[in-house]
């Protein structure tokens, strides 16, 4: 097809990463298209309107905040190499935030975006550990986790040679694995590094409009640079030959072609697109390729107040991470979902400033849940499912947050409810298995089996949303800008 | 084009890469490295950016020469000279 339209990169999925890389791209004079099968940008920190309300789909808070003048992190590197102001994001801090676990969250560690709150409270908690701890603490700020050649090794392992007790182990993982692990139990070291320093060294912030201020952002730069992008309609083939991506099938049928491909939908996905005897996917040819998909997922609930939560005498914690067994148990959720540990969020307790508050009250809970036994419930089912664990999540969370002053209080204070389940992040993100954050496997490098397509985003490692950004800009940098081709 | 209007092309771009960073004061004859935190991505920024707007090609090799802004200066302004700048 000789008429076929050519860019210099086509890259797959506007989301963080496909738009952060597009801006490089784009900004350095490549003809650059972004081709997205959903309506709305952001991928897996996208948002959604319902009942004339507006949603966040995946984002809590924003990791890796740190304040003007601290340098050398990963969001000052972006904001540089996207030649974004700081300002533009409008970022406003956590108040606090923490790891609650025991049955009633006996034994607590508050963290802020002042990293000495959650040393003094590891000292005061577990004041045997404080040496070994402040030793981990020293290896972490020294590892060098952007390296893209490192050699993998196992997190327990190292914080096992500076902790012995295995209560402050779990406490630590618990946040760091529900906030970016793909890896059931364990983690590779790197990975850890990455999320410990986003999360404890650095901190949370969140723009008082949520993940859509970020997103009109990039979407402003990207436009300004000359970028292309095409909506509702994604990529549902990769024809290679001879080691090289050829050209691209558009939903719509028609074909593009590019000298280089960044494809941000994930290894295992990205790896079906050029396999054409998988797009009708079993679970038998979906485990053969050569990445895998990721076996965790996640259900969230929304609930909306007609009153600051902080009204329900629920004080002003911003995110509580909790578990109430004897081991917190990070793997693949045995029932639907599973209810013993998961995280609250109240994007409420922001610091917004005088007078800048959310319109309602929000009540938002994160739970491991299974894939297989959400995707395939028919619809009745489904909503019977849905508002059965609910109820549970709803349940469960409470034992970590003050009671309230009468017991149907927060059903009085309820105004909206909604919840997504792992079908939904399939629906509407692509990703196999509802697996948010990807592949076991991670592909540090962003190189595939084809020579001119590239991985970013999520499966490349580099987590959370300032991490996809950082991604998609290394793996632009990396392939195509300072390869100068 | 002199090696002080050089110098000027180089700091207009560190201006815009990295508005973070004070260049009112930086010494001519030390490494950039050492009076502002910069690393391999901003360095591949000046680079690209010196492509960008003037046509300039620096190799990866000579990325080096962009130590310091004299040792910039020595190293652009002859490919400067040679475009008719």
Not at chain 1, 19 to 27: D, E, K, N, P, T
Not at chain 2, 21 to 44: A, G
Request: aromatic share 8%; hydrophobic share 40%; glycine share 8%.
């Amino acid at each position: 097809m000789n008429t076929a339209t050519h860019y210099d990169v086509v890259i797959i999925g506007a989301g963080m990463a496909g738009l952060a890389a597009g801006i490089r791209l784009a900004h350095f004079g490549k003809k650059v298209c972004i081709f997205e099968r959903h309506n709305a940008t952001g991928g897996l920190n996208s948002f959604y309107s319902l009942g004339g309300r507006k949603y966040d789909v995946g984002l809590h808070a924003m990791t890796n905040f740190v304040r003007a003048g601290v340098k050398g992190t990963p969001l000052t590197k972006l904001l540089r190499q996207l030649r974004i102001e700081r300002d533009e994001f409008a970022l406003c801090e956590q108040k606090r935030s923490r790891v609650a676990f025991g049955p009633r969250g006996d034994v607590s560690l508050t963290f802020t975006n002042d990293f000495t709150v959650f040393e003094s409270e590891v000292a005061r908690q577990f004041p045997a550990q404080i040496d070994g701890f402040r030793r981990l603490v020293s290896l972490i700020r020294s590892y060098d986790d952007v390296s893209l050649g490192a050699i993998p090794e196992s997190a327990r392992a190292v914080i096992r040679r500076h902790l012995s007790d295995p209560l402050l182990e779990d406490m630590l993982f618990c946040p760091v694995m529900y906030y970016g692990s793909a890896t059931e139990h364990d983690m590779e070291f790197g990975q850890f590094v990455i999320m410990f320093k986003a999360l404890f060294l650095e901190g949370f912030a969140r723009p008082l409009d949520g993940v859509r201020v970020i997103l009109r952002v990039l979407l402003d730069k990207y436009r300004q640079s000359g970028g292309e992008r095409r909506m509702k309609c994604g990529v549902q083939k990769i024809i290679t030959r001879d080691g090289q991506a050829r050209a691209l099938v558009l939903d719509d049928g028609t074909e593009v072609t590019a000298t280089h491909v960044i494809s941000t939908i994930g290894a295992p996905e990205t790896e079906r697109l050029m396999s054409p005897q998988l797009l009708a996917p079993s679970a038998a040819l979906t485990a053969s390729l050569p990445h895998p998909a990721g076996a965790l997922s996640y259900t969230e609930t929304i609930t909306v107040l007609d009153r600051e939560p902080a009204a329900l005498g629920w004080g002003d914690d911003t995110i509580i991470f909790f578990n109430d067994s004897e081991k917190f148990t990070y793997e693949r959720s045995a029932s639907a979902v599973d209810v013993r540990s998961g995280v609250i969020c109240i994007p409420n307790n922001f610091d917004y400033g005088a007078d800048r508050h959310l319109p309602e009250g929000l009540f938002r809970c994160t739970c491991l849940a299974n894939y297989e036994q959400w995707v395939n419930l028919p619809e009745a089912e489904y909503r019977a499912a849905k508002a059965r664990w609910y109820a549970d999540i709803q349940r469960s969370a409470q034992r970590f947050l003050p009671t309230l002053p009468t017991p149907d209080a927060l059903t009085h204070a309820t105004v909206a409810t909604d919840m997504f389940t792992p079908r939904t992040i399939t629906k509407f993100t692509g990703r196999m298995g509802g697996a948010i954050y990807g592949s076991p496997q991670k592909i540090r490098d962003g190189r595939t089996s084809m020579d001119n397509l590239y991985l970013a985003g999520t499966d490349q490692g580099f987590l959370g949303i300032i991490g996809a950004m950082l991604s998609g800009i290394s793996m632009a940098n990396f392939h195509i800008l300072q390869a100068g081709k | 084009m002199t090696k002080d209007e050089t110098k000027q092309v180089v700091l207009e771009i560190i201006a815009d890469i990295a508005p973070d960073e004070d260049i009112s004061n930086l010494k001519s004859d030390v490494r950039l490295r050492d009076q502002m935190q910069l690393d391999s991505m901003d360095f591949l920024d000046i680079v690209m950016e010196l492509r960008k707007r003037h046509n300039i090609e620096v190799p990866e090799a000579d990325y080096i020469q962009l130590a310091s802004l004299d040792s910039c200066a020595d190293y652009l302004t002859p490919k400067f000279t040679a475009l008719g700048k």
